[in-house]
């Protein structure tokens, strides 16, 4: 993976209105990649419990035959949580707050998804 | 399975870390090698040799960090196949302590450090105020030590 686009990348999400943070996470790890995050966001917290949740759900997907997991929305009280499985076993994170344009987030993290294969 | 501690103010902070981080094996213990709690831990042979090899491995790592003019040793990860090997230091009002934790497949290297941020907080709370102590001779060590495992596995 090329930093330079992996940066580019994060940079391309944070600039949707109501992004808080963006980061590429090991999943198998749960350490942060790369990442582009507000003040008084806990990077190393995100990552360790997205990959972690990102994790079970994939094995809850699988449990309930539902195939491969491609997208996580956890919307919390005041604000969400966006998780999307990339290649190499990477997840994509994004923390939003809770008057984000889900849809232009989640297409922001497919294109990613597409370049940094 | 229950953590065993030799003192009541560290059962909490360690049930909870090993809880929250999924752990299999946790152990707090001094830059000595004096163990001071423990969960999972089945054997006392295990223990103190764990102890022996925790303390042993971050006194040398501590002096490759020293030849390095870096701070102090802080963290140590090791990832086998199936398990993973966490060695941390830190500061409390105890002096500095040491947390050796071993993990599975179940949790990551991310969660066991984050949680043990948590942990350190938590230890920080609980220690009651430091009380004097005397420099550590060879016979108090092994006396100690005697007397931490009988606790530890009582």
Same mark, same amino acid.
């Given at each position: 993976m090329n930093p330079e686009r992996m940066y580019d990348a994060l940079d391309r999400i944070t600039?949707?209105?109501?992004?808080r943070g963006a980061m590429v996470v090991?999943?198998?790890?749960?350490?942060?990649?790369?990442e582009a995050v507000m003040e008084g966001v806990r990077g190393n917290a995100v990552a360790a419990l997205a990959a972690s949740l990102a994790a079970r759900l994939g094995r809850a997907a699988g449990a309930a035959e539902a195939g491969a997991q491609r997208f996580v929305h956890l919307q919390a009280e005041v604000g969400a949580m966006l998780l999307m499985p990339g290649a190499d076993g990477l997840v994509i994170v994004a923390v939003t707050d809770q008057h984000v344009n889900v849809g232009l987030v989640r297409l922001e993290m497919q294109r990613m998804v597409e370049d940094i294969a | 399975m229950k953590a065993r501690v *030799?003192?009541?103010?560290?059962l909490a902070p360690v049930e909870r870390f090993v809880r929250e981080s999924g752990a299999r094996l946790t152990m707090v213990m001094t830059?000595?090698?004096? *163990?001071l709690a423990q969960y999972g831990f089945t054997r006392a042979v295990d223990v103190m040799s764990a102890a022996a090899l925790g303390a042993g491995i971050a006194a040398s790592t501590g002096e490759i960090v020293r030849m390095l003019d870096e701070p102090d040793f802080r963290v140590l990860n090791h990832q086998s196949a199936q398990h993973g090997i966490f060695l941390g230091r830190f500061d409390s009002r105890r002096g500095p302590l040491l947390g050796l934790v071993v993990y599975g497949e179940d949790t990551s290297i991310g969660l066991v450090q984050l949680f043990f941020e948590d942990f350190v907080a938590d230890l920080e709370e609980a220690a009651p105020a430091e009380t004097p102590r005397g420099p550590v001779l060879a016979a108090d060590f092994e006396r100690d030590l005697n007397e931490s495992l009988a606790t530890l596995f009582r």
């Open positions: 600039r949707v209105r109501g992004v090991s999943a198998e790890d749960g350490l942060v990649v790369g | *030799v003192e009541p103010w560290l830059p000595s090698g004096q *163990v």
